[in-house]
């Protein structure tokens, strides 16, 4: 059974940085497309970073680009999300997965597996 387990979140002033760890368990990562999401109080969840275990190529959610990167070591068994210039917006529960197909072209699939989520907090 896949078990996913985030780290990495806390309290940050805007324009400041966090970098999410998850780590996966059960199964080699290599066998998995891995995504992050989140959900903000009072909104629905929604993927914001995806990187696919075939190419190591990666799509985001453009509120994210440009600021977002994501990455994974399969050799460790774990994805990251590095989150830069931080913005209060960017306050939310994030959850690391495994989205049950290719990721790309605007679409995250739906993940199969979640972890329990971890929270970031931006503000000053």
């Known amino acids: 059974q896949v078990r996913l387990v985030e780290s990495g979140g806390g309290f940050v002033q805007p324009g400041g940085s966090l970098r999410l760890s998850c780590t996966l368990s059960?199964?080699?990562?290599?066998?998995?497309?891995m995504g992050w999401f989140r959900q903000a109080p009072g909104k629905e969840r929604e993927g914001i970073a995806c990187?696919?275990?075939?190419?190591?190529?990666?799509y985001y959610e453009d509120s994210v680009k440009g600021r977002f990167t994501i990455s994974r070591d399969d050799a460790k068994n774990m994805a990251y999300l590095q989150m830069n210039s931080l913005k209060s917006e960017d306050t939310a529960v994030y959850y690391c997965?495994?989205?049950?197909?290719?990721?790309?072209?605007?679409?995250?699939?739906?993940?199969?597996?979640w972890g329990q989520g971890t929270r970031v907090n931006v503000s000053s």
């Open positions: 997965a495994t989205p049950f197909g290719i990721c790309g072209a605007g679409v995250i699939p739906a993940p199969d597996n």
């Open positions: 990187i696919n275990n075939n190419d190591e190529s990666t």
């Open positions: 059960g199964f080699p990562l290599r066998h998995y497309v």
